[in-house]
C-alpha cells in the first residue's frame, strides 16, 4: 500500500461535498480543509468552512474562526459571488457578526483524518510535531484561524517525504505485526487511556489506548513512536551481548559498544577510541545480517578502509557466507 496519504484537491472537494450532504460533516471539514489550499475550489471550501464553524457542523461553534474564513473569502469579488450562490441567507448572518479577537498564540481544532491539532503562531519556525494524543505545528508568523488549511499541508507534506514512514502500511492497526529472527511486534488495544507495552521474551507489545481510532494520523504516529522506542529495547537487549560473543570467538577487540540511531550507516567503528556504535534498526535483520555487521565492525580494529586485507580478514573470522554478505552492502551503509 502507497504510504502517500494525499488526492487532489478537486477530489477532496468533491468528497467533502457529499459527505456534507450525507450530514457527515467531521469527514467533510476534513476534506475542506485538505482542499482549502487549490485556487480552483479555494472560494467553495471557504464559504462552508465559514458555515461550519458559524453552526458547529464537524467542528465547535466558533465564530471568530467563522469571521476569519469570512474575511479570507470576501477579499476577491468571485469570493463573495460564490459565497452568496452556496450560502444564500446565511452569508449574511456571517458577515454581520460581531468578534472578540482571541489573545494569545495558540489555537486547537480537531481534524477527521489527522486527530487534534494544536497551531501555535510567533514561533520564528515551522515546524511539525507528533505527540501520542497530537500533532503540534508551529508557524514562524502570527497566525489566523484560515492557517489551519496550511497546518493540514504541512503534516501531509511531513509524509510525503518522510523515509521512516515508507516502512509502515498507511494504516496500522490490531492486524500489523513484525517478526524478525530476535524481534517481534504486536499492537493489543488495551483498557486505559494511556500507552503502554508489554515484553514476553523477544515479543514486544504495544498497547494501545482503548478509544484510539486507528485511522487518524496522530495514532498512525504514535505507533510508530512506540516501536521505535521497543526496537531499541530489543536492539540493546540482544547486539551488544552478541558483539561480545564474536569479540571473544574472534579475538577482535573493542572499548565498548552503543545502541544509536543514524541516518547514514548501520553501524561505525571509531579508531581513536576503537568504540562501535549501531543503529537498532539492524535488530530487524536476519542473524546471518547481524553477524556479518558485527564482524565487519570489529576487522576494523585492525585494518582501517576496505581494502583486499580487510576482506581476507573478515573471511578468516566469518567465513565465506559472511563475506559474501558483506560485499553485498553499500560502500555507505557501513564504516
Not at 494569545?104 to 507528533?130: A, M, P, S, W
Request: aromatic content about 12%; some cysteine.
Amino acid at each position: 500500500m502507497s504510504y502517500k496519504l494525499r488526492i487532489t484537491a478537486k477530489e477532496n472537494f468533491r468528497k467533502a461535498e457529499i459527505l456534507f450532504q450525507q450530514g457527515r460533516y467531521e469527514e467533510a471539514v476534513s476534506y475542506l480543509r485538505q482542499s482549502a489550499w487549490d485556487s480552483k475550489v479555494q472560494y467553495q471550501c471557504y464559504a462552508l468552512l465559514a458555515y461550519c464553524h458559524y453552526k458547529g457542523l464537524g467542528t465547535p461553534v466558533n465564530h471568530y474562526a467563522a469571521h476569519m474564513w469570512y474575511r479570507h473569502l470576501i477579499a476577491r469579488k468571485e469570493g463573495i459571488e460564490t459565497a452568496k450562490s452556496m450560502l444564500g441567507s446565511e452569508f449574511d448572518k456571517i458577515s454581520s457578526l460581531r468578534v472578540d479577537i482571541p489573545t494569545g498564540n495558540r489555537y486547537e481544532f480537531y481534524d477527521y483524518k489527522i486527530g487534534r491539532i494544536v497551531l501555535r503562531g510567533e514561533t520564528g519556525r515551522e515546524r511539525v510535531q507528533f505527540y501520542n494524543d497530537r500533532v503540534e505545528v508551529e508557524l514562524s508568523k502570527s497566525y489566523l484561524h484560515y492557517d489551519s488549511y496550511q497546518a493540514i499541508e504541512m503534516i501531509y507534506g511531513l509524509y510525503d517525504w518522510h523515509e521512516e514512514n515508507r516502512r509502515y502500511p498507511v494504516l496500522i492497526d490490531q492486524s500489523y505485526h513484525e517478526d524478525y529472527d530476535h524481534y517481534s511486534l504486536r499492537i493489543e488495544r488495551g483498557k486505559g487511556n494511556k500507552f503502554t507495552h508489554r515484553v514476553e521474551g523477544d515479543c514486544y507489545t504495544i498497547i494501545v489506548p482503548r478509544d484510539i481510532r486507528f485511522d487518524q494520523l496522530v495514532t498512525r504516529e504514535a505507533i510508530i513512536i512506540e516501536s521505535n522506542k521497543l526496537m531499541r529495547k530489543a536492539a540493546l537487549k540482544y547486539l551488544p551481548q552478541r558483539l561480545k560473543e564474536l569479540s571473544e570467538r574472534t579475538g577482535l577487540k573493542y572499548s565498548d559498544c552503543q545502541i544509536k540511531k543514524m541516518s547514514d550507516c548501520a553501524a561505525c567503528y571509531y579508531y581513536q577510541t576503537k568504540q562501535i556504535v549501531i543503529t537498532p534498526e539492524i535488530i530487524t535483520y536476519s542473524s546471518r545480517k547481524i553477524d556479518a555487521i558485527l564482524i565487519h565492525e570489529l576487522c576494523h580494529s585492525l585494518i582501517k578502509g576496505h581494502g583486499q586485507d580487510f576482506y581476507d580478514l573478515i573471511l578468516k573470522h566469518g567465513g565465506e557466507e559472511i563475506l559474501r554478505i558483506n560485499k553485498t552492502f553499500p560502500e555507505y551503509n557501513l564504516s
